[in-house]
């Protein structure tokens, strides 16, 4: 009896432990193009950097506007999915910074940095996001499509 009732409290250990360790779940809204909201709890998409809502890129001598476009394409991948977020850490702003995943497995950062709407924040992610934007480069993707600022360099020179 002592076997099954041990058996019983690690099993529900084992559940909390494993609710715990998703951070951050549930349909979100979207306010910017790497950043998600869930009620009060503000989440930075961990890794990648997509270009400021007000920021524009180039493209065959056009300029079009790059950071409504990754918002866009956020918008649209999350659309009315309960999305999971694995909480990393907290940024200087206190948002929550967490590799956020929907519900088929596709790791959000991933996806944005393959459309070309994002790039891998190697500063932050240790590389993690790279061979998706080697991916989106070589393919002309998004950004990749023409000239660009680094997300990062453009909100320095504002």
Known sequence: MQKYKFAA???????????????VAGVPTVT????LRFGDARVRLFGIDAPESKQTCER???????G?????????????????????????YGRIVAVCVL????????????????????????GMYKAAENEAREAGRGMWSGYFVKPWEWRRKK
Request: hydrophobic share 45%; net charge negative; with cysteine.
């Open 60 to 66: 065959d001598g056009v300029m079009w506007l790059c």
């Open 103 to 126: 519900p088929d497995g596709r790791d959000i950062g991933t996806v944005m940095v393959l459309s070309g709407l994002a790039l891998d924040y190697a500063q932050y992610s240790n």
């Open 9 to 23: 409290v690690f099993m529900i250990l084992v559940q909390i432990i494993g609710a715990a360790s998703a951070d």
């Open 68 to 92: 409504q476009e990754a918002v866009k394409s956020l918008r649209e991948l999350v659309a009315g999915q309960s999305v999971v977020c694995d909480e990393r850490n907290k940024d200087r």
């Open 32 to 35: 910017d193009g790497d950043s």
